[in-house]
C-alpha cells in the first residue's frame, strides 16, 4: 500500500540548544505534591496536632516543676512549723506544771492564814469593858472550831461582843457555852462584879469578792466592791 505525506516538514526536527554564556542557576526540586486536597487537609490537621501536643507537653513540665517548687517550701515551712509546735506544747505543759504548784501553794496559803484571820477578827469584835482570857481550838477537822474565854463588864458588852464575832466574814455559828457572874480584883482590894463567859465558833472561808489578794508578780488585787482599810 502507498502512503503519501501531505503535510511537509511534519517530522521531529531536533531542537538545537541555544548555548548559553554566564553562570546559570536552578531551583531544587521538593518533588510533586499530593494532588487529594483531602491529603494535604489530614497532614495539616497532623501537623496542627504534633505542635499542639508539644506546646501541651512543655506546659505540663513547666507546671510540675513548679509544683515541685511549691511541694519543697510546704515540706520546709511545715518542718518550721513543726519544731514551733513542739515548743509551743513544752511551754504549754511547763505552764500547766507551775499552775499546779501554785494552786498547791495557794491551798497551803489559805490554810496557813486560819488562825490570823481568826485572832483578827475576835480583837476586832472586842467592845468596852470586855477582854479575854483565853482561845484555844477544840477541832482540828474541816471548819476549824475554836472556844473563847473571857469576862464581860455588862451582860449587854457581851451580848455586843457575840454579835461582832458572828458579823464577821470569817466565823460562823457562835454560840454562847456558858455564863456566870464572877467577883475580880480591880485593885486596892476592891473586888468587881462581872460576867464570865465561854463561847464557841467555826471557821469559814469568805467570798472571793471579799478577800484581798496580793499577786505573786507583784501589785495588790482588790477584790471588787471592797475599798481599802
Do not use: C
Not at 494552786?103 to 480583837?123: C, F, G, K, N, T
Amino acid at each position: 500500500m502507498i502512503e503519501v505525506n501531505l503535510i511537509p516538514d511534519s517530522g521531529k526536527k531536533k531542537r538545537r540548544k541555544k548555548k548559553r554564556t554566564g553562570p546559570s542557576f536552578s531551583l531544587p526540586s521538593f518533588g510533586a505534591l499530593p494532588g487529594d486536597r483531602w491529603v494535604a487537609a489530614a497532614s495539616i490537621a497532623i501537623l496542627v496536632a504534633v505542635g499542639a501536643v508539644g506546646w501541651m507537653f512543655a506546659s505540663t513540665a513547666g507546671q510540675a516543676q513548679e509544683l515541685e517548687i511549691q511541694i519543697e517550701g510546704a515540706v520546709r515551712d511545715s518542718l518550721r512549723l513543726s519544731a514551733v509546735i513542739e515548743r509551743a506544747e513544752t511551754l504549754t505543759a511547763r505552764s500547766d506544771s507551775i499552775a499546779r504548784r501554785v494552786d498547791v501553794i495557794q491551798q497551803i496559803d489559805v490554810a496557813r492564814y486560819v488562825w490570823p484571820h481568826i485572832l483578827d477578827e475576835v480583837a476586832r469584835a472586842l467592845p468596852d469593858y470586855t477582854w479575854l482570857t483565853r482561845i484555844q481550838q477544840v477541832s482540828s477537822g474541816d471548819p476549824v472550831t475554836f472556844r473563847v474565854e473571857g469576862r464581860a463588864g455588862t451582860y449587854f458588852a457581851l451580848t455586843a461582843f457575840m454579835e461582832a464575832v458572828e458579823a464577821s466574814p470569817f466565823i460562823r455559828g457562835t454560840r454562847l457555852i456558858s455564863s456566870e457572874q464572877i467577883f475580880v480584883d480591880v485593885g486596892g482590894g476592891a473586888q468587881r462584879l462581872v460576867y464570865s463567859f465561854s463561847l464557841e465558833a467555826g471557821y469559814r472561808q469568805p467570798s472571793a469578792d471579799f478577800l484581798e489578794t496580793e499577786s505573786l508578780f507583784g501589785g495588790i488585787v482588790m477584790a471588787p466592791g471592797r475599798e481599802e482599810d
